[in-house]
Structures are given as C-alpha cells and as structure tokens.
C-alpha cells in the first residue's frame, strides 16, 4: 500500500509538471487496458458430475488469449466450495499427483487447456453436490484481463470418457 502511495504521488507530481501530452497518453493507455478485457475467452467449461458424499470436484475448460500480452490466471472462485484452487498434475515416477499452482499461464495469442491429467480448477469442500446437466457458477480473476464469470456445465461421469482419452495419451510421454 505504502508503494501505491508512493507512486500515486509520484505520478501526481509528474502530471503537475509535465506538459498536457503526458495526461493524454496516460487516457490512452487507460483505454489500451479496457480492451484487453475481452482478450481472454473461456470455452466449453465443464466439470463432472460426483456422488453426493463427495467433498472435492475440478472444473476444465479452454483459455485462449487473443492480445499480444501474455496474461496469466491468478484465481478462481466459486459460490459453490469453500476453497477453490489452481492445479496442476505432476508425475512422480509411476505415481500422478496434483500439485497446487500459484497462477496458469496464457501465453500471447496461444490458449491453455485445462483438462483431466493436467491443469483444473479444484473445488474443495463442496456445498452441494455435483449434478449432472446442472450448472456452477466460477469465477476467474486474470492479471490483465481482471475477472471474468463463467457457467461451469457439469456433465455425467460417462460422457467424460472421449474428453479424457487425450489428457491420458498424454501421459504415456
Ligand atoms: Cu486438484
């Protein structure tokens, strides 16, 4: 907070200095940001459908980033768990095991595909149970593109079966 400050006042003291120019590329940087909000697009959010008893369930979904700037996911959440998290899988020898993330990457112009095996977003200590054709509702903050509120489709566990061949191939490597 004591650096914000700082900085505000800095900036403050610039702009009483400096000529009318500066104050106008500053607006345009401003508007520069604003659309960069809808750079990122999520597609096809889903997660799967889970016995009632269970505590914990993951949402997948596509991250594309169409701006020249690489953005990254900070956070999730969700009114539907308690904790939400960022995970990714690691191998450990034979054995897989999820792993905590600090953020997921997006980089310029490419997308980041969470998907069984590999990065999701885990839904820890569940409300209510995960049903099959309802929704959840997610919410995503991004370092540049700020937050973004996805429907999280929540599929049967047998329709799952052809997304998660390619996650599984993967694994083999
Ligand atoms: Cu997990």
Redesign the pocket.
């Known amino acids: 907070m004591r650096l914000t400050a700082l900085a505000a006042s800095l900036f403050a003291l610039t702009l009483s200095a400096a000529a009318p120019t500066y104050a106008q590329q500053h607006e345009h940087t401003m508007a520069a940001t604003q659309e960069q909000h809808a750079s990122i697009v999520v597609t096809a959010p889903w997660s799967r459908e889970l016995p009632p008893t269970a505590p914990?369930g993951?949402a997948f979904m596509s991250i594309e980033n169409h701006s020249d700037q690489p953005d990254r996911l900070l956070s999730a959440n969700s009114s539907i768990a308690d904790i939400t998290?960022l995970?990714a899988?690691i191998h450990e020898g034979d054995v897989m095991r999820?792993v905590?993330v600090e953020t997921i990457d997006v980089p310029a112009h490419g997308q980041v595909t969470l998907q069984p095996g590999g990065y999701?977003i885990?839904l820890i200590d569940l409300k209510n149970p995960l049903v099959a054709g309802e929704q959840l509702p997610l919410t995503l903050q991004f370092e540049h593109a700020g937050q973004i509120d996805i429907t999280v489709d929540i599929r049967s566990s047998d329709a799952g079966t052809s997304v998660e061949q390619p996650a599984m191939d993967h694994a083999h490597h």
Do not use: I, L
Request: a neutral charge; proline letters at 0%; aromatic letters at 0%.
């Open positions: 914990v993951a998290e995970h899988h999820m905590k999701h885990m």
